[in-house]
């Protein structure tokens, strides 16, 4: 009990150290694209914390088993560096023991990887989904802010609000500035008193409504301005955005899944079941791979086990996408990912004794091995 309490506690604190390392490098990287859905007006600042919450486990479900993965190439190699694991062979802990204590903080990751794959991702999914919607039912009035110019369309259009109405309905004194798509040489700019939102409820296409204002068109550098004045303008500024099958199958929940019998469902289902598998087959594998001599290094192993564990994620992300499109049979599915990855594991943990017995096989059936003396030369 006090190895294993004394393993159990390096690998943890080397998996959390790993794994926060990990995620805040995503979540950075989500930040940065959230803030210009904010600073373009597609998403309200008052939300980006809570929709980042929500996305969560979906990132979290990727970066366990990786921390696990990690923790257990850097924790256990550490040891080797500094001989204690040579100090815990001679208490006899061999491989096998290691592999054996190693195995409840596998179950219990296993466990942790589970419950945000089977129920907390697709619970934070629909829960963003929501938000969007309710962002999308805003109509844009309340995610921009007064007195700030905003760039949509890369560029192609410009939007300023110098205030926004306590009902949230209309807007004041607007400025739109867009390019002519026909001619992007020649700009349209257009001031109104009052503005809000429209949605057409066939075709789901929105307009932004403006009153009592005119509209500049002409080239800049150029003196052939027009203008026009209006009591009404709308202007298209969305198209419904088309729904994507793979994530609204990501959002079901698992009973959903089982019960579905269409490729999409499958392989979501699929998907879930397999990073639960991957914990303890990346595991199976760190174990092995951790062991080195002083002279090679404690990163020797590092990037080329890292480039496994991404191979090996990468060919069941392209399996699941083939599975979508039809390009793999149902039958066949995902799970043979699993097999390569399985053997190798079971190959890297009996290496040492196969190398072994091969060796003195070697030995055995060598012309040059020494016979056994015989009764005449003994005499």
Not at 131 to 160: I, N
Request: with cysteine; charged share 20%; hydrophobic share 45%.
């Amino acid at each position: 009990m006090i190895i294993y309490r004394y393993l159990s506690r390096q690998l943890f604190w080397t998996t959390v150290a790993v794994s926060s390392v990990l995620v805040v490098i995503l979540v950075c990287g989500q930040f940065v694209r959230f803030l210009n859905d904010v600073a373009e007006g597609r998403l309200g600042a008052d939300v980006v914390f809570l929709v980042m919450a929500y996305q969560m486990p979906g990132m979290l479900q990727l970066i366990l088993p990786l921390g696990l993965f990690l923790g257990v190439m850097l924790c256990y190699g550490r040891m080797y560096l500094e001989n204690e694991m040579v100090v815990l062979e001679t208490s006899g802990v061999g491989p096998g023991k290691l592999m054996a204590l190693t195995v409840i903080p596998t179950l219990m990751m296993t466990l942790l990887v589970g419950a945000l794959s089977f129920y907390l991702t697709p619970a934070g999914g629909r829960e963003s989904k929501i938000l969007e919607a309710e962002q999308d039912r805003k109509s844009g009035l309340e995610v921009l802010t007064p007195g700030r110019f905003y760039s949509a369309r890369r560029g192609g259009m410009v939007t300023y609000i110098e205030n926004i109405a306590d009902d949230g309905d209309h807007m004041e004194t607007v400025f739109i500035m867009t390019h002519d798509e026909a001619r992007p040489d020649r700009l349209s700019l257009v001031r109104a008193q009052t503005a809000q939102y429209r949605k057409d409820a066939a075709s789901g296409a929105r307009y932004l409504v403006l009153g009592n204002g005119y509209r500049d068109e002409g080239s800049p550098g150029e003196a052939d301005f027009v203008r026009s004045s209006f009591d009404r303008y709308e202007i298209k500024i969305k198209d419904p955005a088309p729904v994507r099958k793979a994530y609204k199958y990501s959002n079901k929940t698992l009973l959903a899944l089982w019960q579905e019998d269409s490729a999409e469902a499958q392989a979501e289902l699929q998907w879930r079941i397999s990073l639960v598998l991957l914990v303890p087959i990346v595991v199976l594998m760190a174990v092995p791979l951790s062991k080195v001599s002083p002279r090679q290094g404690r990163y020797l192993k590092l990037l080329p086990s890292i480039l496994l564990h991404l191979g090996y994620v990468t060919l069941l992300m392209s399996a699941k996408n083939a599975m979508e499109k039809g390009k793999l049979p149902p039958e066949l599915g995902i799970m043979w990912v699993h097999i390569p990855f399985l053997l190798l594991g079971i190959f890297l943990n009996n290496w040492v004794s196969l190398k072994l017995r091969l060796s003195s096989e070697d030995k055995n059936l060598s012309p040059h091995s020494p016979q056994p003396p015989t009764q005449k030369s003994m005499q």
